[in-house]
């Protein structure tokens, strides 16, 4: 979407800033012992205090409120009884949802309590990275270039980037044009940002893998290689200068 006045502005703020109220919550009440299923109904009751709906449920019909996947589930993981979260778990929570027409998006990979599996650096790659990719985005600027940046960032840490995943744009629905903000220089995609789109700029660093798979749920991706991916995103503004962080509050960065 275009931001084209005030109304659009603050609607797309107040839906912004509760999927990253939610997922600063959820991110919080994680912990060793409790199911991923229990944990996406904790985010779902936020959800609903904000009056908001769960965007991939609303979009594709997906089995949960938000998604969240452990480990080498790469992404799109369904919240279950069965998956009992453990300590040194590498957890990742993404959270979208719908508020008075108005779509946002936004994600966090972390390690669960003490890293004694040794996911942290992979963590704190792909939250840097995130943050050097959204302070290069202004209007005009190539999305490849953008791309390219997050994988040559990933490579200098040792790391790989995943290249089926991709950010996209949002605001009236859940995807929007421009349809893939890659992770690496796609040479054939010349699109370049506008100022004023909101645009949700997301990082998938893994240490093994170039691509995911989906399972035989039909939800759930894994790497191709095999290894471990974090995602972290961001809903933005484009301007003229640094962005518009509109789910800044989600605790990201802190």
């Known amino acids: 979407m275009s931001i084209t006045n005030e109304f659009e502005l603050a609607g797309i703020k107040k839906a912004s800033e509760a999927v990253a109220c939610t997922l600063k919550e959820m991110t919080a009440f994680a912990r060793p012992g409790i199911s991923t299923k229990e944990l996406d109904e904790f985010g779902a009751k936020i959800l609903a205090d904000f009056g908001e709906k769960s965007a991939p449920f609303l979009t594709y019909g997906f089995p949960g409120h938000t998604c969240i996947s452990v480990n080498k589930e790469f992404c799109h993981g369904i919240p279950s009884q069965k998956r009992i979260l453990k300590e040194g778990d590498l957890v990742n929570i993404d959270v979208s949802a719908e508020l008075d027409g108005f779509w946002s998006d936004n994600g966090n990979s972390f390690v669960l309590g003490p890293d004694i599996h040794g996911h942290q650096d ?15 985005i202004k209007g005009g600027i190539r999305i490849s270039d953008v791309g390219h940046l997050i994988e040559m960032e990933a490579k200098k ?14 605001g009236r629905s859940l995807h929007e044009e421009p349809g893939e903000i890659a992770n690496y220089r796609d040479k054939y995609n010349r699109t370049r940002f506008k100022k004023n789109s909101v645009v949700a700029i997301e990082t998938f660093i893994s240490t093994d893998s170039t691509y995911a798979d989906t399972l035989s749920d039909g939800w759930t991706m894994v790497g191709n290689r095999g290894g471990f991916m974090a995602q972290h995103e961001h809903t933005i503004v484009v301007t003229e200068n640094e962005p518009l962080i509109l789910t800044e509050i989600n605790g990201v960065w802190d």
């Open 122 to 136: 992979l963590v704190n790659a792909s939250k840097e990275i995130l943050q050097k990719a959204i302070l290069a």
């Open 157 to 170: 840490r040792g790391y790989k980037v995943i290249k089926n995943l991709t950010g996209h744009g949002v």
